[in-house]
């Protein structure tokens, strides 16, 4: 999520980030750019790489799309917002409280804590600390 490629943290309240987690982020990737225009910019993780999106004019990082691979393979294959949160652990607890459902357990990510909810209405997103 956070690299030398994205800027500061935002605001608790903030979305961060969006990413989409599929089966074969290759040919998504290849999807996006020819829809949408963006160009894309692969990330190195090992035996396979992921796509940091990138807009055509400024070449800013915009978007991340990724195998549902290892610590990813538990993420619904949808576009998915990262909020920031003070406390990752405590707003997965009240979400739970409240009537939604935890889906992927906090667990550390980019220096910081996420965990990816589902709310009562069934939509999903990722809570993030920093």
Known sequence: ???????????????????????DAESVR???EQVVGWKS???????????EMLQ????????????SRGTNA??????LIYI???DVAASASRCVEL??????????L???TFCVIRDPAGAVCALFQA
Do not use: K, N
Not at 74 to 79: A, E, S
């Open 99 to 108: 009537g939604g459902q935890i889906l992927v357990a906090p667990r550390p």
């Open 41 to 51: 910019r692969p990330v190195d993780l090992g035996d396979y790489r992921d796509f």
């Open 1 to 23: 999520m956070a690299d030398s490629q994205h800027p500061a943290m935002p605001a608790v309240g903030s979305i961060a980030w969006r990413d989409l987690t599929v089966p």
């Open 30 to 32: 290849s999807f996006y």
């Open 56 to 67: 055509p004019a400024s070449g800013e990082c915009t978007a991340g799309i990724c195998h």
């Open 110 to 112: 980019s220096g910081g």
């Open 84 to 86: 920031i949160v003070a």
């Open 74 to 79: 538990d993420i619904p294959p949808q576009w």
